[in-house]
């Protein structure tokens, strides 16, 4: 064996036990060589201090701090290998050694010459080495013990596969956020999301596939966020957001943002997948003082936001509910405005830009309503549509158009097309083609007098299934144009093969026009992709004369928009059609 550093130390431990034993010195010898032999295998760090100094290392103790042995030995001393947070403690302890009182058991920061620390455990007792008071100890390294506790914490409180807090966590932070709310008299709001037609995703592309969905939506809820708010996932598809200081019309913001983030589709495993969530909302104290009562309520009304068509949010409190969007309320006003007739159509010139002639008007809904007066299709027709009312509404839109447009031929006016919208469940609905095909005959209107205007969602919805309604549409004789166009994601391919005569820029683009050449960039390419698929192409919402020149320089056909007009009465919609202001404009 090697004469190591720190030598000295072992001899002097042998050297009163060898002047006892005068005449056995070969088995001192065998006895002294087992005892450094057993140090230098040890898996444990083991030392011997005097004077706060290092006297003896072994191997295992060097290499957990990489410091050599030279360098410990009589230079360095435990406080060295120590965080300097902790010296006041271990100077306390190594004073008691010294002073001969046992010690025990205790965790400390161990500091490697690297710069970095690890979790050590140490003992060490009293002992007299040379006549003088030393200590003696051992130091482990506890690292792999430390982690696996904190993956055992891990595990208690957080979700395997998303990493959010479960409802372990969840329920410790709501006792320090109720406490919090109690004394400050504020509120939390608890929502419970869930995705719809989960399952699906599951069934069609397989579990792992929904588990990396799951993920991504865990990342992105959290992304929305603050800090003080707990997001929690309670397993399955269901996730729970728990935020204090929340009113309802704050929550009403979330609530929006929270659907928001499902607009986009997630990309899971080269899938584009849609998506839509429905959450219910719970508000402490209204809705209850407890965790378990506040995630039943907005359980409850999550299930409400379900009944309701999903992608959708509700309180849990009826009049919550009606003080943001009532839409039960909304519900039956919408069925009795129907019946009472409260319904009117608006109309909006369509100009032919190369002559400045209307060749064309869109009926545009309104609701006068007898308290609330105007109010416009943005506010109404999603909940009619979610409703399914948008089926009766849009028939009474249909007929009323081609009858107003067969009035005005017959009361001589020059010739115009009827533009009229068409809601996706609409289009889709069994029996549209019929329906359309009773208006003209009943109104007496040319088929050719009517287009169509279909969202590009609503044709590339199931394109297949959609070909035979439009074929049929197309075969009558009505017109089919794209509204909103540029907005959905049409494949040129597809297009192609539908019969649609018109492309409708969305105003969106036609905004700021002048001053986005990215705008001006998608005009233009909508523009010409129209020219070479043959379509007309319209571009909505032109408001200046800056865009309207513009949009001629890249050759679109026709323009609609508050620069011509707003949208009108009939009877006002009459005289212009008589007076024709816009030639030579
Ligand atoms: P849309 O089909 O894209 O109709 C054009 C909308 O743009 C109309 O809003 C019109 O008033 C507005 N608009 C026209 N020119 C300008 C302009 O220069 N600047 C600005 N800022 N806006 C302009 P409106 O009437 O509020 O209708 C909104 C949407 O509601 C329509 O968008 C359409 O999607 C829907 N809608 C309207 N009537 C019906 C209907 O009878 N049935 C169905 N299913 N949907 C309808
Ligand atoms: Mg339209
Ligand atoms: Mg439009």
């Given at each position: 064996m090697t004469r190591g550093v720190g030598e000295e130390i072992i001899e002097q431990l042998f050297s009163d036990s060898k002047a006892g034993a005068a005449g056995s010195a070969t088995a001192m010898t065998e006895q002294e060589t087992m005892f450094r032999s057993t140090m230098e295998a040890a898996q444990v760090g083991i030392f011997v201090l005097q004077n706060q100094r290092f006297k003896y290392v072994n191997p295992f103790l060097v290499g957990m701090f990489g410091y050599s042995a030279e360098e410990l030995l009589?230079?360095?001393?435990?406080l060295d290998l120590i965080l300097p947070e902790q010296h006041a403690f271990v100077i306390e302890q190594m004073q008691l050694r010294a002073a001969g009182v046992l010690g025990h058991n205790y965790e400390l920061t161990g500091l490697r010459k690297d710069g970095s620390t690890l979790p050590v455990m140490v003992l060490g007792s009293p002992s007299v080495i040379g006549g003088l008071p030393a200590s003696v100890g051992t130091v482990l390294d506890i690292s792999a013990q430390k982690a696996a506790e904190q993956r055992i914490r891990e595990l208690a409180d957080?979700?395997?596969?998303?990493g959010l807090p479960n409802r372990r966590l969840l329920r410790e932070r709501f006792e320090q956020l109720l406490a919090a709310a109690e004394r400050e008299k504020s509120e939390i709001a608890v929502i419970f999301l869930d995705l719809d037609h989960f399952k699906r995703v599951n069934d069609s592309l397989g579990h792992s596939v929904g588990d990396e969905l799951l993920c991504e939506v865990a990342r992105r809820l959290d992304s929305v966020v603050r800090r003080i708010d707990t997001l929690a996932r309670l397993g399955g598809d269901e996730f729970i957001f728990a935020m204090p200081g929340f009113h309802t019309a704050a929550a009403v913001e979330v609530a929006r943002r929270l659907v928001e983030v499902f607009s986009r589709p997630f990309e899971v495993a080269g899938h584009e997948l849609t998506v839509t969530p429905s959450l219910g909302i719970s508000i402490y104290p209204h809705d209850g003082r407890d965790l378990e009562t506040l995630l039943r309520n907005a359980d409850t009304a999550m299930y409400r936001a379900k009944e309701m068509g999903r992608n959708a949010f509700q309180f849990y409190s009826s009049e919550m509910n009606t003080t943001t969007l009532d839409r039960l309320l909304m519900e039956s006003n919408l069925r009795r405005a129907l019946v009472q007739n409260e319904f009117i159509l608006h109309y909006q010139p369509l100009v032919n830009?190369?002559?400045?002639?209307?060749i064309g008007v869109e009926a545009l809904i309104r609701w006068l309503h007898p308290e609330l007066g105007l109010i416009m299709p943005d506010r109404f027709i999603h909940v009619a549509e979610e409703t399914g009312l948008i089926n009766p509404i849009g028939d009474w839109v249909l007929c009323e158009a081609c009858r107003q447009a067969k009035a005005w031929c017959d009361a001589g006016l020059p010739p115009i097309c009827m533009a009229v919208n068409v809601a996706p469940v609409q289009f889709r609905q069994a029996g549209f083609v019929e329906m359309v095909a009773g208006a003209l005959a009943t109104s007496?209107?040319?088929?050719?007098r009517l287009e169509l205007e279909l969202t590009e969602r609503t044709v590339m919805h199931d394109a297949d299934i959609n070909m035979g309604t439009l074929s049929a549409l197309h075969r009558m004789g009505v017109e089919l144009s794209l509204d909103d166009f540029g907005t959905g994601y049409s494949s040129l391919a597809y297009l192609k093969r539908f019969p649609v005569g018109k492309l409708k820029i969305d105003r969106s683009f036609v905004n700021d026009l002048e001053t986005d050449p990215d705008d001006w960039a998608i005009a233009s390419t909508i523009v010409s992709m129209g020219r070479s698929l043959r379509m007309t192409v319209l571009a909505e919402g032109v408001e200046k004369v800056e865009q309207l020149a513009l949009l001629r320089k890249m050759g679109c056909d026709m323009a609609q928009g508050y620069y011509f007009s707003r949208p009108m009465s009939a009877d006002g919609m009459a005289d212009m059609l008589r007076l024709q202001p816009f030639i030579n404009r």
């Open positions: 009589d230079q360095m001393g435990p957080y979700d395997v596969l998303t830009l190369e002559t400045g002639l209307i007496g209107l040319d088929a050719s």
